[in-house]
């Protein structure tokens, strides 16, 4: 039994790298995780052992990176009723695209929320599972709107540094 | 003050259609919501007074669907911290490529959780909300895994089915 | 036990028409199969089963198809060291570019055979597994070869129309 | 109240280097213009009211550019009836056709003029609204005449060179 | 010497039934114009005469539409120094994705205004060139923000009946 | 007359390195094989006299790799009854989506089994040759049923560095 | 010995409507061809003959048209140095993007002359067949410049009715 | 008036490395060439100039190569009988599909022999052209022949080389 919140898995230890902005996301708002290395492919068993078992850990969400022929998120969500998130993550040449495809186009009856490829979808990853324990969790939702303000005050300090600066 | 748990928008009367199957998914597990056709382009304002007060109506997701540029997601997202579920929908030319990439590659900071083009994505859309609100109500968990039954027997009556018929 | 050579596989009864196309090419090769619907997604645990006793129950080859965010072959794939022949369906808005990349790009470890989109692609699979099984039965090698020369014949009979038709 | 002519927006620093291209081509023709970051996404209220003032401010024409899904040109259209030129930008891993889908993908009622991906596509955005400009100022069209005569003769000199260099 | 403000061109008589919208918006705002069928490919000389002479002739805007390589736009360009507004039709079988990327992407020097495929882009174009003229005719910016509130009032009315219906 | 089992082309040595991934994987197994540059373009009878000569020659499978617009597979394909793995490499601007298409949109009746792209797929080729020379060699089967293993503790090792560093 | 001037190819008799517009096209310019049935992956030896005895048989150009996989136009021009004018069909789900990468995407050494897809394809390699064999008949050369003339009056044709129309 | 057979054209200086290998082809059969940068947008009256004139000049074929919106080759087409080769150039962040599109989407009545993106099609390019002049100049075809001889030759030694190495 974890008191964790959210479980990110990966499909490869090349993903740690991108993934750890998910990480970064939740730190940010003190959500505890654990992070795996589980491949749908080369491991299956575990990653059906991990989904399976993810809700009756405690886990309220579930974070899911891979990339290429990225069934890493699909095959999660076909073994738990916990939200997923997917993340398409860019290895191979074609920038994403089938990682995005391959984590997006999920079958009607098995959803699966797919964040941007890479870096940005990462991050936004972990502001999303934020957002879903936020919905039962009303001081979250109060640092989710202080963060939105950050956001707001590091855009325009840049603004004010462009007028110095014309 | 609304006591809907879900507010589902469309950019235009012409996505009703589709996005009724995120109503439909909703209505299958008894989640109140409420429904709004709201153009992100053509009726800014409107967007924005929905998600900003979304929130203290007390709804606890946001589902959204467009097409084309379809930059509604992204727009609510901008106006909410509740976790926002966008559909991107085909019209035009692209067969719903466009309104993907402008749904799902958003920026660091702003998540949305973008499901399928269409109508397998609508109906996800309403799965992931009732996922989501299933983080805080046991109940539904337990009516998702009863609902993953349901999709078990299906298949295997569609499979016997098959047997029968070679 | 099963005396069957080939197991096809399709994620949904709606991939029926295309998939009987490889059970097509397989008749006419006499070679005996079984087929089964089975989602990666939504029944996750009858497609490990029927993949990991593949093997064990006679079947020498596997070919799966499906559409979408297809993870059907490689969720077989990861539980088999069978050949596994996918076959990418046009379903929804890509034409099928969405179950391609899902089917072809699989990581390094896990390979799957992957033919082309919709009917051409579901009856070449079939082709493919009696070449196959042709590699240790030399009659099929045979078979085969005389099949090639069909192929000519009717290509030179629709030549001789054209000749004849100018 | 600004005596200025163009209001440049970009929805990030990291915007900056390429859509100082813009400005240039300003500068170039003596426009005078005012360059702003502002995000459509994290700071969707300035947007709004750069938008919602600019023509009392006595902007002519409004610039945006912005990278992924570019929703910031679309948002300026949005809340403005003055002419809006959207640069889509490349970032992440589709080099810039998300930024280019999201931006010139507008639907009915709400147009954005698009121009190419990257540095060329700013260059240009400048250069139009010099020529929108030019709708009302005689001696501008007359400078866009001369601009293009320049144009001429560097491809010429180059021409040259490369016949001497033959 | 025309009195007309635009001149709309489109590549084929093919091309007529969506050009027409973009002739409908710019007869909703009042605004006068002259329309042609002119190819950049089968009518070089007819289209560099209709763009060389558009100044003196006394138009604003050019707005130009064509499919597959649709060149019009950047040849129309090339041979004028008014705004070129370019519409990318959907002809052949890329759904409109050629003429979109040989209309958007010119090189930096000569601008092109680029709207969406199809119909929605080339009623956006007619309102875009009344957008530009209305930089120098206040009358005109105030027809623009009355449009912009009939767009509202439509949304608000479906938006009306969708909830009777609910 | 040859005791090798599996025959290896490539179109150009440039796509030596990737290859010998195929090589690698065979190598792993102790599958003997032979491995030849020869371009179905620049040499097209030497291809078409090793495809047509690979059965008797003994080869049990043909692996065959090349880019830009990839004939090689489809015409080994063409002159054999062998099983035909295509690996499409990236070569040129568009990252081996060329010779993606061009190696698996085989017509009916010839087939070919195309992996990913680039080196992933390379490897893949190697085992799925593997796989199918499994088929008649049990020894076989039970060492890819050991690669598995393999594969899973790897992962495993890799999941527990990853949880020593957390 | 033939007296014909050209060879046109297509893969399938389902290609014959298409490419009879390249018919088309050398009968209004009254040049000899013969045309023919012969795919690249069912009649490699039909398609190699003929293309190896093309010149001598006193052909000046080849067409050739196919769809999906589209290996016919580079095999053909791998065993000829005649020209080979490359025509992509779309059939299956792409639109005819695989048969245009699989056309034009040669590599150096073996060259084909791409044309568009479909239709306006076939019919354009024709006319690139007549200009081809213009550069040494200067009447051709003159029917040519003739045939332009009618483009255009086509045009000033559809122009002027277009005129009286509004 | 001219004694040269083939007249290269490219949009810009920067396009001179990759045009370069169609001069390149042109050389290794001794066939004379004049070659300019003249951009269809920055000059197009040159453009039209050498176009309208190449016929009169003795030129036998025009190749022409430009990047992003690549009007170049359609231009030149546009104004000229003598058969149009277009090399598409990869500029900007689409790798050359932009140009691929753009030079080979041409409308019925108007060809250009497109060959691929880059320098592998630039030197096609060259090689194409001096095919076509091959089909009035025997001696050219049998050089033609001869060069076919090299590339086998070459790939034999390379085949050779890794023969030795294995």
Known sequence: MTTKKVLILMGSDSDLTIMQ?????????????????????????KVRLLAK???????????????????LSGVVAAHTTLPVIGVPLASGSFGGSDALLATVQMPPGIPVGCVGVGAPGAYNAGLLAVAIIATSESQLAAKLADYRKELVDKVEEKDAALQRQQ
């Open 21 to 45: 902005k998910a990480a970064e996301a939740l730190k940010k708002f003190e959500i505890s995780f654990d992070m795996h290395i589980a491949s749908a492919h080369r491991t299956p068993e």
């Open 53 to 71: 078992s993810a809700r009756e850990k405690g886990y309220l969400v579930i974070i899911s990176g891979a990339g290429m022929a990225a069934h």
